[in-house]
């Protein structure tokens, strides 16, 4: 009897370390993914999961800022991530990025010729166009009486505490420099006073500096203006047809945000893998379709519904932009911008 029990012991040992070495035992491979909040289906990570074998760990950041400085500080082993262009431009000077294997991405292919080349990586070598779009201001019709196509409008005082800027500091910054008339990537000192100054003075009229929250805010009527990305206000106009977007006419940034690898990553071919996934037609649309944002997908767009392509907001004429800027790294000199921005938040 005792024979028969050891022997059976020995077969379930003999399993559990069969079964062990042929890896079902173990957990599936991981692909750690740093994006923006709301700027993806989420969805689109089961299909990957279930066409590669491999499991999404998907994190997100409020501002370029805060995902440059969680990267360059080492601690993250981020696969994938979502950078602007300036901060494209600063991660690559600071060797902060693999160089993409484009025999890895074959869909790259669909990403229109208008979207690549630029300064902000003029070899294509690093970043893989995900959106783009412009900041503007949306408004709601039934609480704004006044034309919008200035920035002075957030500095009336008609509408005190019925206005949203965003907590963050390029953006902010930068409109007011384009309402003074000044680049807003200037290096100028006193061009950055003069927008401190200003920022300052419209302090009084602020309801909040927000993020993501601007999106419920404004679609529940809880303020009559803000600053708000293109993508956002195509959302916001399907929930709430009272809310129109405008680009004023003093200029205003031209985004673009791109997928990248950051050098934390520990599997560069799976990177590649999801950002060709990313760039796949199918998943391209859903997307764009989801979020709301421009995307720089030619056959994702040609799917996409005639209304949003024939949206200005989402897709803008050309003489719409004449006097929009692309941000660029300012390397060293942001820290005037961050001294600025401390200096306004703190009053």
Aim: charged fraction near 25%; include cysteine.
């Amino acid at each position: 009897m005792k024979k028969i029990i050891k022997a059976v012991v020995a077969m379930v040992l003999i399993s559990t370390v069969i079964f062990i070495m042929t890896g079902c035992g173990q957990s599936k491979p991981t692909l750690k993914v740093y994006n923006w909040g709301d700027y993806i289906d989420e969805s689109i990570f089961k299909d990957f999961e279930e066409e590669y074998g491999i499991r999404i760990i998907y994190d997100t950041f409020a501002t370029n800022e805060d995902m440059y400085i969680k990267i360059k500080a080492g601690g993250s082993d981020y696969d994938v991530a979502f950078p602007s262009d300036y901060m494209i431009e600063r991660m690559i000077s600071e060797d902060l990025l693999y160089e993409i294997n484009y025999n890895n991405i074959p869909n790259y292919k669909y990403i229109g010729d208008e979207f690549k080349n630029f300064s902000y990586d003029p070899t294509n070598g690093y970043s893989v166009p995900y959106m783009w779009g412009t900041v503007g201001i949306i408004y709601n019709t039934t609480m704004v009486d006044d034309t919008v196509d200035s920035w002075d409008i957030l500095w009336n005082e008609k509408y005190a505490k019925q206005i949203l800027m965003l907590d963050s500091q390029r953006d902010s910054i930068g409109i007011t420099l384009k309402k003074l008339g000044y680049s807003l990537n200037t290096k100028n000192v006193d061009e950055l006073e003069a927008a401190k100054d200003a920022l300052i003075e419209q302090k009084p009229l602020v309801l909040a500096y927000v993020g993501d929250e601007v999106k419920d805010k404004m679609i529940a009527g809880e303020a009559a203006l803000a600053v708000v990305w293109s993508g956002d206000a195509v959302y916001m106009n399907w929930e709430n047809p009272d809310l129109e977007y405008a680009i004023p006419k003093e200029g205003s940034n031209l985004w673009f945000d791109a997928m990248v690898i950051p050098k934390t990553s520990k599997n560069k071919e799976n990177a590649e893998l999801f950002i060709n996934f990313m760039s796949r037609t199918d998943i391209a649309f859903k997307n764009a379709d989801y979020i709301g944002y421009s995307t720089p997908h030619i056959e994702a767009r040609n799917l996409l519904d005639e209304d949003l392509i024939n949206d200005p907001t989402a897709y803008p004429e050309l003489e719409d932009l004449v006097n929009c800027e692309v941000f660029k790294d300012l390397s060293d000199f942001l820290r005037e911008y961050d001294k600025i921005w401390t200096e306004v938040k703190a009053r």
